[in-house]
């Protein structure tokens, strides 16, 4: 554990992320978790499960810090301010730009999503170029290339399909589109995001989020 470096990983409460998250510490790295929720308008739940999540992935006995951001007003703006079918991109790419913010703090070089190419209108080959275009550090998505089913396998394998699959609001789907952009450019996202204060957001995210220890389960 640690012998290649640390990482930032992205902790949604779904079946892919911690999938992911365990992947890249089975190659050794060292992780940190970011969760992003929209409580008050979503319940607690999401929040509870990435604890469970984590407890799951972190190797037993060790221990791994989990950051706990509060999306719902820099949602509220968007939803306000900008295109409703950019909305899921937006969404990402804030939180790229946030969790690269506390990554920095955490001396983290990269960081790690439960991405599958195609799986979803985010997740198309345009829009993660989009989504990555804002990153100034490497994203690695352990998933890219696998099908649901696998990453299914590998969630009952590991012990955590149980709990990502119990209902939760996810961020993300907080006020969903009807219908979500499945292909974008840097130069409309930018265009969108011209009524947003961006260093404002980022910096208000980041001093938002609560921080806690959590350990790996011994069982």
Known sequence: TGSTGRVACLLSGGIDSPVSSARI?????????????????????????VRALAERIIPPGRSARLYMVPFAGTQNRIITECPSRLRVILYRRYMVRAAEAIARKEDALALVTGDSLGQVASQTLENLH?????????????????????????????GSFDTSIEPHDDCCSFLMPPKPATRST??????????????????????????????????
Not at 27 to 40: E, T, V
Not at 136 to 142: E, G, H, K, S, W
């Open 25 to 49: 510490m089975r190659r050794g790295a060292d992780a940190l978790f970011i969760h992003f929720h929209s409580y008050p308008h979503t319940s607690i739940a999401s929040q509870d499960k």
């Open 130 to 158: 989009t989504i990555d275009s804002v990153a100034t550090m490497p994203i690695l998505r352990p998933l890219v290339g696998m099908h649901k089913a696998e990453i299914i396998e590998d969630a009952r394998r590991m």
């Open 186 to 219: 840097p130069e409309q996202l930018e265009a969108a995001e011209k009524s947003l204060d961006t260093e404002k957001e980022v910096l208000e995210l980041v001093e938002a989020a609560s921080i806690e220890t959590i350990r790996g389960r011994l069982d």
